[in-house]
């Protein structure tokens, strides 16, 4: 599903280089796993994947995929404002509806409408379908980056950039505490990191020139470097 933040265009390209790393003696551990763009194209050469994600939602939607559940092909708006009010009484659909059915895929951001009638509820319902069967045997659990310790591990990062416009689900991102995680995680662990700059003792190993959702005074979309950084 299209996430705020999520690297649809992108997750191929990163994985290319993730998966250099690929060892069957090591775990591929993704903590801010969002739209799962970048696991699914993740190689198999892994002992383990872990995925992991603040959003509890996210991961019971992930879970409940896994066991066969079938999301809806249509959300009205009266549904969605309900589900978005009463998040817990299924949280697979909460994170279905407050994603997918979301403005620019941003949590519970308004609910996704256009003057052409897109159903933005069916692309993502197609969405979840699509990746059903790359979720077997990737273990999924909804936890805060900061309480893992992870060891002789490959680690993708895609934390809430610095300087921009957050989840909506998180709050406040702390990105000087995230850099000092990444350098104690370093220690035992390869780790990467999506960013657009990095400080100054991470390194770049790769660049990929993107569209964003931004519009331009003259309604183009602008185009960003995004970056892969590594200590």
Not at 76 to 100: C, H, P, S, V
Not at 181 to 198: C, D, F, G, H, Q
């Amino acid at each position: 599903m299209r996430y705020l933040g999520g690297k649809c265009r992108l997750g191929k390209k990163i994985a290319e280089v993730i998966n250099r790393y690929a060892n069957m003696d090591k775990n591929y551990i993704e903590p801010f796993v969002g739209g799962f763009w970048v696991t699914q194209h993740v190689s198999n050469n892994f002992k383990n994947k872990y995925c992991y994600d603040i959003n509890k939602y996210m991961i019971e939607l992930y879970k409940a995929l896994q066991k066969g559940w079938e999301p809806p092909v249509n959300i009205t708006k009266e549904e969605y404002l309900f589900i978005r009010n009463n998040k817990d009484i299924d949280m697979a659909l909460t994170a279905f509806a407050g994603i997918g059915c979301s403005f620019a895929g941003k949590w519970f951001g308004g609910y996704a409408k256009s003057a052409g009638g897109r159903n933005y509820c069916l692309n993502s319902y197609n969405s979840c379908n699509k990746i059903r069967h790359l979720l077997n045997n990737i273990i999924f659990n909804s936890i805060n980056f900061k309480e893992l310790n992870p060891d002789s591990a490959v680690i993708y990062c895609d934390p809430p950039y610095n300087n921009t416009t957050g989840y909506g689900f998180s709050g406040d991102f702390n990105s000087e505490e995230f850099w000092a995680i990444m350098r104690i995680w370093a220690k035992n662990n390869t780790v990467l990191i999506s960013e657009y700059k990095a400080p100054h003792d991470f390194k770049c190993i790769a660049e990929f020139n993107t569209k964003t959702d931004i519009r331009n005074k003259n309604n183009q979309k602008e185009y960003r470097i995004e970056k892969l950084f590594t200590i």
